[in-house]
């Protein structure tokens, strides 16, 4: 026969068991939304080489210069991110550091920013790129939010224009009052009954 003591350190280990079963899974939650990969599956066959033989002429550019081309590369993890935010944010993503390599390789082989652009184009398409090309059909995408804009604004203008100069609004003509052919004691009448009516 268990003792109340026993009983209720049984009963304590249940309740922080279940309590540990509820917190457990919101701090991954918030950690995942921490790092901007929140619900996003990791797919580590997402990540494609892209390799260039080296020129032998050394680094084509600075470190910093490099972090800021690796900002114009979508990481192609699942997130929404671009390479050096996702490696130095999400330190579980498996396809920012080889991404990250790749670019290091190319710098070290002594390709400019645009040829490793290039080369991570070829790879992967047009998808790898933070913002599309701005040229053909993309071209599209970059001015046609400026053109709605500036149509809507001219078509607000006009419309202003045209309410404010339009002509006043005529008086409605009086309506025409019709004889009325009745004797005085008919019309004594007809009051009597409206008032009547009226009470």
């Given at each position: 026969?268990?003792?109340?003591?026993?009983?209720?350190?049984?009963l304590?280990?249940?309740?922080?068991?279940?309590?540990?079963?509820r917190?457990?899974?919101?701090?991954?939650?918030?950690?995942?939304?921490?790092?901007?990969?929140?619900?996003?599956?990791?797919d580590?066959?997402?990540?494609?080489?892209?390799?260039?033989?080296?020129?032998?002429?050394?680094?084509s550019?600075?470190?910093?210069?490099?972090?800021?081309?690796?900002?114009?590369?979508?990481?192609?993890?699942?997130?929404?991110?671009d390479?050096?935010?996702?490696?130095?944010?999400?330190?579980?993503?498996?396809?920012?550091?080889?991404?990250?390599?790749d670019v290091?390789?190319?710098?070290?082989?002594?390709?400019?920013?645009?040829?490793?652009?290039?080369?991570?184009?070829?790879?992967?398409?047009?998808?790898?790129?933070?913002?599309?090309?701005?040229?053909?059909?993309?071209?599209?995408?970059?001015?046609?939010?400026?053109?709605?804009?500036g149509?809507?604004?001219?078509?607000?203008?006009?419309?202003?224009?045209?309410?404010?100069?339009?002509?006043?609004?005529?008086?409605?003509?009086?309506?025409?009052?019709?004889?009325?052919?009745?004797?005085s004691?008919?019309?004594?009448?007809?009051?009597?009954?409206?008032?009547?009516?009226?009470?």
């Open positions: 026969m268990p003792t109340r003591r026993q009983f209720l350190a049984t304590g280990a249940s309740v922080a068991t279940a309590s540990l079963a917190v457990l899974p919101a701090q991954q939650a918030m950690q995942g939304m921490n790092t901007g990969t929140a619900n996003v599956p990791m580590e066959a997402r990540y494609r080489p892209v390799r260039l033989p080296s020129r032998g002429t050394g680094p550019m600075s470190n910093t210069q490099r972090d800021a081309l690796e900002h114009q590369i979508h990481c192609q993890c699942g997130c929404n991110l390479v050096f935010t996702c490696r130095t944010t999400d330190f579980s993503c498996q396809v920012s550091p080889p991404m990250h390599h290091m390789a190319l710098v070290e082989g002594g390709y400019s920013g645009q040829e490793i652009i290039g080369a991570f184009v070829n790879v992967y398409g047009e998808r790898v790129l933070m913002e599309p090309e701005k040229r053909g059909f993309n071209l599209a995408g970059w001015f046609m939010p400026f053109v709605a804009l149509g809507g604004t001219a078509l607000v203008i006009a419309l202003l224009r045209r309410w404010r100069h339009a002509p006043p609004a005529t008086e409605p003509e009086p309506v025409a009052t019709l004889p009325v052919h009745a004797t004691d008919e019309l004594e009448r007809l009051d009597h009954l409206v008032r009547r009516d009226d009470a």
